[in-house]
């Protein structure tokens, strides 16, 4: 992307909300070759810039009837090719949900990065992930720890499978409860205030994670789980399109852009409605005076419930104060639709297509969308002409 620079000199700290941009600062990441013994103890000062631009982007949280402590798409990397035919790449990343988002991150390599859900618990995940990372510096390390499981050590070349089959044989911690607590606590050092509520939900996540391993599913409340749900094992070992695995869990090199996000506090985790009042304005905010872009805006079938909610024209108001090019591309998911979608390969019951943001803006102000089937549709006609029906 022409304008979308990589490692822009962060702008001096500003009154009000951009103040907490100072949080988007580079260094402060350890070294990649350095294994920790034990989860290493968090420092004994706050990230007071992270936490305060976590508060100063973020709206009140709102219920969603999933837990979304992993995907529920065995598609979402069938998109890669076409982010990479694109060009899409640096800038910033904005996104939903858990983390399939570091694979698109890891394939994009943004300078800085956004994650948005309408759930606190989201946010408090994030927070958790961020934990793991730090403290882990191998892949092994970061999967043993997430799974409470007693394995760990260097990664170096291992696929994907080879991974998952490593800790698939791992034995669970003598003392888990242990390695959670200080998962937790190194988590809480972030800064952002976390009540006793806060805490036994990242304790209830890692629990789960502990309790159900690599066969973990995404999991619904009132609705009946569906057969397609992939596991957490089956989320790993998935391909692109070429199928070449590339998870930011396939290869150490794309662990080790994410770890180093993460531990720089440039993946941050937001509370806000895509179509609310806030949120993506104030990323927006902060992402144009950093100088940026936004490269790819990952936004699952969201959309799917801003019409259903009559709140769509939001999003598109929304996304028209965010910092775009002519190849920023939100990342959409699709599962049921009115118009055949021929990108979905069989075996998936979801599919991935990306769409140019200036396209729907452009679509939108034509009036040509004004249904989520009319959205897909000029999704699909923008993207592949031929296929339109």
Same mark, same amino acid.
């Given at each position: 992307m022409s304008a979308v620079r990589r490692g822009f000199p962060l702008p001096l700290v500003l009154a009000g909300l951009l103040a907490c941009d100072g949080a988007l600062r580079s260094g402060g990441a350890p070294e990649a070759g350095t294994r920790p013994a034990s989860v290493p103890a968090a420092g004994a000062g706050a990230d007071t810039g992270f936490a305060a631009l976590v508060a100063a982007l973020s709206e009140p949280g709102r219920y969603?009837?999933?837990?979304?402590?992993?995907?529920?798409?065995? $598609? #979402?990397?069938?998109?890669?090719?076409?982010?990479? &035919?694109?060009? *899409?790449?640096?800038?910033?990343?904005?996104?939903?949900?858990?983390?399939?988002?570091? $694979? #698109?991150?890891?394939?994009?390599?943004?300078?800085? &990065?956004?994650? *948005?859900?309408?759930?606190?618990?989201?946010?408090?995940?994030?927070?958790?992930?961020?934990?793991?990372?730090?403290?882990?510096?191998s892949r092994l390390d970061y999967l043993c720890l997430m799974l409470v499981r007693r394995c760990g050590g260097p990664s170096g070349s291992l696929s994907a499978a080879a991974l998952v089959a490593r800790v698939d044989r791992a034995e669970p911690a003598t003392e888990p409860a242990a390695v959670m607590e200080a998962v937790l606590r190194r988590a809480a050092a972030y800064g952002v205030p976390l009540d006793a509520s806060d805490r036994e939900t990242v304790r209830r996540i890692h629990g789960r994670f502990a309790a159900a391993g690599l066969d973990l599913r995404?999991?619904?409340?009132?609705?009946?789980?569906?057969?397609?749900?992939?596991?957490?094992?089956?989320?790993?070992?998935e391909t692109d399109r070429s199928g070449r695995q590339a998870s930011y869990l396939a290869d150490e090199g794309s662990y080790a852009f994410i770890r180093d996000m993460q531990a720089a506090g440039r993946v941050v985790p937001v509370v806000g409605d895509l179509g609310g009042p806030h949120a993506l304005r104030a990323i927006g905010s902060v992402v144009r005076r950093r100088g940026e872009a936004v490269s790819a805006f990952y936004v699952s079938n969201v959309e799917y419930y801003l019409f259903g909610d009559g709140n769509f024209d939001g999003f598109v108001r929304n996304l028209e104060?965010?910092?775009a090019e002519e190849e920023s591309v939100l990342i959409r998911s699709v599962f049921r639709t009115p118009i055949p979608m021929p990108d979905a390969l069989p075996g998936h019951a979801s599919t991935q297509v990306l769409h140019a943001i200036p396209a729907l803006l452009d679509a939108w102000e034509r009036g040509r969308i004004r249904s989520y089937g009319d959205l897909l549709e000029a999704g699909l006609s923008a993207s592949r002409p031929s296929t339109a029906g």
């Open positions: 969603f009837d999933t837990d979304n402590l992993i995907s529920n798409e065995s $598609s #979402y990397l069938h998109v890669l090719g076409d982010l990479e &035919a694109r060009g *899409v790449e640096g800038g910033a990343y904005i996104g939903v949900g858990p983390d399939q988002n570091f $694979s #698109y991150m890891a394939a994009v390599r943004p300078a800085m &990065a956004f994650i *948005v859900d309408i759930r606190r618990d989201n946010l408090l995940q994030h927070l958790w992930f961020r934990a793991l990372f730090e403290a882990s510096s995404f999991n619904t409340h009132g609705r009946t789980p569906r057969s397609y749900y992939p596991t957490l094992r089956g989320l790993l070992l104060g965010l910092p």
